[in-house]
């Protein structure tokens, strides 16, 4: 029953998604619902701790399911950097919150096991204190500059990455004005720094994840809708 609900799940969300793609959300999810979303030909999954990143990775290698793409997508410590790079199939960092973090990232760049990461800058346009994620242009532009400055890198510089409003009675409008916000922010950031690919964003959660993808978002990250289990 469970497996039949997890795919008839998949296949419902990915009906309304349009052009965005699907970050299934598994962090609170045992591997064997997780492998059941893989094997209803579903590959990219989030993570936001890396120990529970690295049980489920090192899971689907036992089994040999070597599709997958893995999304961390929660608050990275700089000295869980190291760890994070040593797991097999990591996809993208969809959390890079700070210089400091980045430097992190660059300074163990030869830790990391595959052979190109993809980079997400978490930007805070709500302006919440309780999170996390570059507050102005000019620390934003910093950690740009740092990064593309950069040859034959595995890090590369893909896309940006919010959440809407946790504390607003309004919450469409406020959700909806930060994910706009963000699209604006990456294409004048594609002018400024010249680039030749739109950047990617990742934005838009179970609860409003339609907003997300109305305002232009090329990923969404969700998981209860599909694992009917904790809201995310």
């Not at 701790?49 to 899971?59: M, Q, W």
């Not at 994070?84 to 969809?94: D, Q, R």
């Not at 009675?169 to 699209?183: G, H, P, Q």
């Not at 907003?211 to 599909?226: T, Y």
């Amino acid at each position: 029953m469970i497996k039949n609900e997890i795919a008839k799940n998949l296949t419902a969300i990915k009906k309304e998604l349009k052009t965005a793609q699907l970050i299934a959300v598994s962090k609170y999810s045992p591997v064997e619902d997780v492998i059941t979303a893989y094997k209803s030909l579903h590959y990219d999954f989030g993570e936001n701790r890396v120990l529970d990143l690295k049980e489920k990775a090192e899971a689907f290698v036992e089994e040999g399911l070597n599709k997958v793409h893995w999304h961390f997508i929660g608050h990275l410590q700089s000295n869980k950097v190291r760890e994070l790079f040593k797991i097999p199939n990591l996809y993208a960092i969809h959390s890079v919150d700070s210089l400091s973090l980045l430097e992190e990232l660059i300074k163990r760049e030869n830790d990391f096991v595959g052979s190109e990461l993809k980079i997400f800058f978490q930007v805070n346009t709500s302006h919440e204190t309780e999170k996390s994620g570059f507050e102005t242009a000019e620390e934003l532009n910093r950690a740009i500059d740092l990064l593309m400055s950069r040859t034959h890198s595995k890090l590369k510089f893909y896309g940006l990455m919010t959440m809407g409003s946790i504390r607003t009675t309004e919450f469409e409008i406020e959700a909806t004005r930060c994910f706009r916000d963000l699209n604006l922010i990456a294409r004048n950031l594609e002018k400024v720094h010249g680039l030749k690919e739109n950047l990617k964003l990742s934005m838009g959660m179970s609860q409003d994840y339609k907003l997300a993808i109305d305002a232009g978002s090329d990923f969404v990250r969700i998981g209860s809708a599909i694992f009917k289990s904790h809201i995310t």
